[in-house]
């Protein structure tokens, strides 16, 4: 099965600029999550869908910040207007439905922004 | 607070070696308790889940409820072991959220 995909894989921007990041997950799997990794520091929890609907987001920073997932397929994360503390890297996880027994995420490569 | 600690920033260790990470959690339910592992220029991935109480690359993991931890355990460290392990517990108080330790980053020394 194809795994977990991300685009762009290197996303440099200017202070003040928006991006724009998509996941595809696994076929199939209803469970979507958006983490953050900032430079030397731990994996963050951002915010998780189940299908289309937001279960949790808890994790986002601001209002800056804009996740979607229409039709339960991919997702995108927006960021508007970028800040500097936003570089770092986004990854992308997706499991399949938790009723069917615990499933572990299947992570993306990952998206490494830089805001300069 | 739900919190995994990972004490231990880096570690080194010699090839044959024993090597221990550390992981403590904090979790008032009843925890789910993932190791990850990113090995370099690959993603991040699952190692090993508690609830398996399986083996993975000789690496085991046992959750010790008494202490909250879930510390990974290997004997002999060999070098393509080095990586960065993240430790991570799913909670269930929220539909299949899960969240990851700050990660220890280990290197196997020839």
């Known amino acids: 099965e194809a795994g977990v995909t991300q685009f762009p894989s290197h996303s440099v921007i200017e202070k003040g600029q928006t991006v724009t990041l998509r996941c595809d997950p696994i076929?199939?799997?209803?469970?979507l999550y958006w983490y953050r990794r900032v430079m030397g520091k731990e994996i963050k929890f951002l915010l998780h869908?189940?299908?289309?609907?937001?279960?949790?987001e808890s994790g986002m920073p601001n209002n800056r910040f804009l996740a979607e997932r229409t039709g339960g397929t991919y997702s995108t994360l927006k960021v508007q207007p970028a800040e500097l503390e936003d570089s770092g890297v986004y990854f992308c996880a997706s499991s399949q439905d938790q009723r069917t027994g615990v499933s572990p995420l299947h992570f993306g490569n990952g998206t490494r922004l830089t805001v300069t | 607070a739900q919190r995994v600690t990972q004490p231990e920033k880096l570690l080194s260790v010699f090839k044959g070696a024993p090597v221990e990470l550390k992981c403590n959690y904090s979790?008032?339910?009843?925890?789910?308790l993932f190791w990850y592992v990113q090995y370099s220029r690959q993603r991040l991935q699952l190692l090993l889940r508690?609830?398996s109480r399986e083996s993975i690359k000789g690496f085991t993991a046992d959750l010790n409820k008494g202490e909250t931890s879930f510390h990974l355990k290997k004997p002999f460290a060999q070098e393509e072991d080095s990586a960065m392990y993240y430790c991570?517990?799913?909670?269930?108080?929220?539909?299949?959220?899960?969240?990851f330790g700050p990660g220890t980053s280990l290197s196997v020394i020839p």
């Open positions: 076929s199939g799997h209803d469970n």
């Open positions: 508690h609830i």
């Open positions: 991570a517990v799913r909670l269930k108080t929220s539909y299949d959220k899960v969240i």
């Open positions: 979790y008032s339910g009843s925890p789910e």
């Open positions: 869908f189940v299908k289309e609907s937001k279960q949790d």
